[in-house]
């Protein structure tokens, strides 16, 4: 099983961006899917969660990002989005999902993370 971030780029304050985080292998189910950032100088323990959806609609956000940040996703393409409006410099991190998966053949859901886009938000 593996997760591939992407969307990630260079963009002003003001503008949009748009994640996805793909899902691919022997997936058997895909359940709770997160968004974090990691800010620059901050260690992995420090992540932010941003933003959590799960199969069966709900969503959360973090305070700092709810209005501007929306969470989707197509479960028939094991494809989560992250739309991110209304970017301020303070946004600039990398950004990672974090998925519960369970794998063909396995009862029990497992935690797999991707390897992060950046995203950088000038003034």
């Known amino acids: 099983v593996q997760l591939v971030e992407s969307g990630g780029g260079l963009v002003q304050a003001g503008e949009s961006l748009r994640l996805s985080c793909l899902a691919s292998?022997?997936?058997?189910?895909?359940?709770?899917v997160a968004w974090y950032r990691q800010a620059p100088g901050k260690e992995r323990l420090e992540r932010e969660l941003?933003?959590?959806?799960?199969?069966?609609?709900?969503?959360h956000y973090a305070d700092s990002v709810k209005g501007r940040f929306t969470t989707s996703r197509d479960n028939a393409k094991n494809t989560v989005y992250l739309q991110m409006n209304s970017l301020k410099p303070e946004d600039t991190a990398v950004y990672y999902c974090?998925?519960?998966?369970?794998?063909?053949?396995?009862?029990?859901?497992?935690?797999?993370w991707g390897q992060g886009t950046q995203v950088t938000v000038s003034s």
């Open positions: 292998g022997n997936i058997f189910s895909v359940n709770a």
């Open positions: 941003v933003a959590t959806s799960t199969n069966g609609g709900s969503t």
């Open positions: 974090n998925a519960e998966i369970s794998p063909v053949l396995s009862s029990s859901y497992y935690h797999y």
